[in-house]
């Protein structure tokens, strides 16, 4: 069993390889396409016409159809699998994660990540890692910036622990941060027929809730499209041979596509909030695993002026996604425990037209 | 189980929501691109050279490859399906369906439909609506203009019935209103070894039958993503969950994904069949399941001249689709029954170069 | 049962139809796009830079991020199936292929064959045919050239034997004939952060062998949509209904599947391996079924320069790929006969900058 080339894979960072303030420029630039646009609409739907049509797109004050935001944010976060993620336990959550400016097809997409934050559990095993990640396009200008923290596996217990730094995270992106990414939009130009939807951004209040109806179903060779198609290589989405052998017995799904799949069930009465500008944190509550349905709710948790604009206004949405459960009774959390069916809490600032 | 915002979701249209002579303007402008040609080619496979090749394409008249008249087809019809039939009980029938004007990649479709006609049934919980839909381009040109009549449910069984207006439908289009979207083709251009087949237009003649041979196997992942792709929402064909507690038990295939299928499977005997010119009908005449494999074959109706034209000639094409059951038998209609095996009877007009 | 028109529909060809010196004009041109690209990423999930952003490809001297060499291998492939293979009982091997011309989106390619060698079988059921197949673009210029031979089954067993010829083919295509398809690379220029893999040229060596590590299951809508990607018609990847009453009982996956699958796990390991320069051989060793799932890993058999260039060498690589065997142990053949896990042994040649 010779192996002298064993070194030129890639094992992954473990817990102690991490330094506070390290920046890491990770690999894989890539060139977005209506190739991707494509792929990424036959597996998910999203029907919001801003990321459908050109010519909507251009009337209301972009330079065509931008990519749908969370492609972008799945793209970015792909590249950062291979050096953040690889050895990770768990994917704890997200914060402060703001969309900066648009992307369009022909921009190429590269990331970096900064450690700010790291804290050894008391096993000694595993530690928390806490990165600032960012996109950038090929001018070089940062298109998404956000905070992830993971639980990641150390190779050596006995490695000594590092100085304990959790960062202070907001809660909730401050509204006057949003926006970068969305144009002056002309909202006499902005068409609610085209657009599916009559409600614009006065007509929602904090405590709204919205079922959104439809469920649909997951099949792995959707998952893992999807999930190549973000260059996001972590096995376990991929490697249904070792999975039966491991803890859940099957290929588990990107939490990604939870949110993907969520985000575009809720063009189903929100379907002008065509811009995610911000999202402010998410649990992956539970796993999800093909031949599941997927069902989202959604609760509008405020609505926010952005200082200095009057096209648009911000709603912070509450976006819940279940397995197997239909949401019309808005299952949710009761104390600390989540419903069983949760799969997703997603908390996220959009954007709608006045 | 407070909900302030049940109001912001899409319940469709009832059977006594349509009014005669009403004009329905549908949301959603869809840009179509080289992605949405590649998704396509990668679900259903078609080799007819005009879509396949710019060079075949410009070669012979077109400016560039068109998109499949088909995708056309399912992208229009994609979006009427949230205002007309989301509470479709049965999808009854196609008439009058001409295509206008070629497709290219950039365009963007947008579609609306007119209420033609209406007739409440006898048991007073259902209705026949009849539109005729319309797809445009970005110049506001009408690429696509078809007829089409839905059993859709009554919110209120006492809800007054409409005066009863069934239109007349042409049994076919008339070959004097066939090929606006074929430019003149350069016949002598048009290269039979690279288009694949050696028969043109006088090679065929009424009676003629073509068991197209091959089958294909659908998988659910396929269907969801082509049906998708065209932005139509319509729960069946997504929700397992649901479908399993419901009348098939599992997820039912949209009926225009049995036409793609038998369309692309069909060039095995039609292959210089490059342009379906219009749909005179078509019935879904039992439901398809993933797992079920798709044979087809077709009977030349009739060979016609197009007035004025000497380039082309059409072919008026019944192509039937079976499940799981090759079509050496040509399995078809004795009576009114037909073979149980039976999916799709689809009478069309293609073109073929003479 | 009456049928005019079985002549109409291609039964392929049979042994006793080729002719020594025959050159075949493959039908179906393909304009190959973006959407291609897409699509293939979302199968494979490849990550070499150099196809993934068209910023890294410009930097070290391409036009822009070129195709993957094994998307143009399968593309050109698949237009030769239905004049060379549609009668196939087995796909022998391959030999000699180059690949010789970047291709880029927006290029339309054909392809050819010339039959270069024939030998029936002792049986007189089958024979092998030889072809030299060769891939155009749209300028003429020829992008790929291969030799294949296929086990072909004969129509008629008293059809006279033609003369047997047996082309004498290179184990290996020779470094000097190495790399026109790969322009003068920037090595300074060339960014192994951003490339993923901080090895070059000079850290290899004959004999070091490489465990890709990763393992992906493969799911029939996959290699379904890739084989339709390239048009390849081959009846046995689609057709359950039929394929259940086969010698396998399920679809068998194209050989090709595997090859690509294998190409992107050696990323890891093999990150700067950026182009596929040759094959020298292939051989499908066991038959590949969704379900399964593939691991690879590879061998460095050869070092080699390219006479006249200094910016890349070329590595010789043996990549072996399994199904339901990851390759810590480096499965491979004792003798005459493989590891039961092993699929396909791939012999090729990958250039790497210095």
């Known amino acids: 069993m010779s192996n002298t080339a064993a070194s030129k894979t890639n094992p992954g960072n473990f817990f102690e390889d991490f330094r506070l303030g390290q920046t890491i420029r990770h690999a894989t630039p890539r060139t977005v396409t209506a190739g991707d646009v494509a792929v990424y ?37 792909g590249k950062t699998v291979p050096d953040i993620s690889l050895n990770a336990v768990a994917n704890l959550g997200y914060a402060d994660c703001r969309f900066l400016k648009p992307v369009y097809p022909g921009a190429t997409l590269s990331a970096t990540s900064e450690v700010i934050g790291l804290r050894e559990n008391a096993n000694r095993k595993t ?25 990641v596996a150390k190779r050596d217990e006995a490695a000594p622990a590092p100085p304990e730094t959790v960062p202070q995270l907001p809660k909730a992106v401050e509204p006057a941060r949003l926006g970068s990414a969305c144009p002056r939009i002309d909202t006499a130009a902005y068409d609610n027929v085209l657009a599916g939807s009559a409600h614009r951004f006065g007509d929602y209040k904090p405590g709204d809730k919205i079922d959104h109806v439809a469920g649909v179903t997951v099949e792995d060779a959707e998952h893992m499209m999807a999930t190549r198609l973000y260059q996001n290589t972590a096995r376990i989405h991929f490697d249904h041979f070792t999975a039966s052998q491991g803890r859940f017995g099957k290929r588990l799904i990107y939490g990604g596509h939870a949110m993907s799949l ?49 096209d648009v206004g911000a709603l912070r949405l509450r976006t819940i996604a279940t397995k197997d459960k239909p949401c019309t009774g808005f299952p949710s959390k009761t104390g600390e425990d989540y419903d069983a069916a949760v799969i997703l809490d997603l908390d996220y600032w959009a954007l709608m037209p006045r």
Chains 1, 2, 3 share one sequence.
């Not at 998910?44 to 010519?55: E, I, K, L, N, T």
């Not at 600032?132 to 940062?142: L, M, N, Q």
């Not at 911000?278 to 999800?288: D, E, M, T, W």
């Open 41 to 77: 609409q036959a597996i998910f739907g999203p029907r919001f016409a801003v990321q459908s049509s050109d010519v909507f797109a251009k009337k209301i004050g972009y330079r065509q159809a931008p990519l749908d935001d969370l492609l972008v944010f799945h793209v970015v976060f």
């Open 262 to 310: 969520a985000r575009a069930l809720s063009f189903n009465g929100l379907g002008n909030a065509f811009h995610v500008a911000a999202i402010n944190g998410g649990r992956h509550v539970a796993p999800l695993f093909a031949g599941l349905t997927v069902f989202a709710w959604s609760q509008v948790l405020a609505c926010a002026d952005l200082p200095g604009r009057s």
């Open 127 to 151: 530690g928390i890692v806490y990165v600032r990640s960012r996109g950038f396009d090929e001018t070089g200008d940062c298109v998404l910036d956000y905070v992830r923290w993971v639980m």
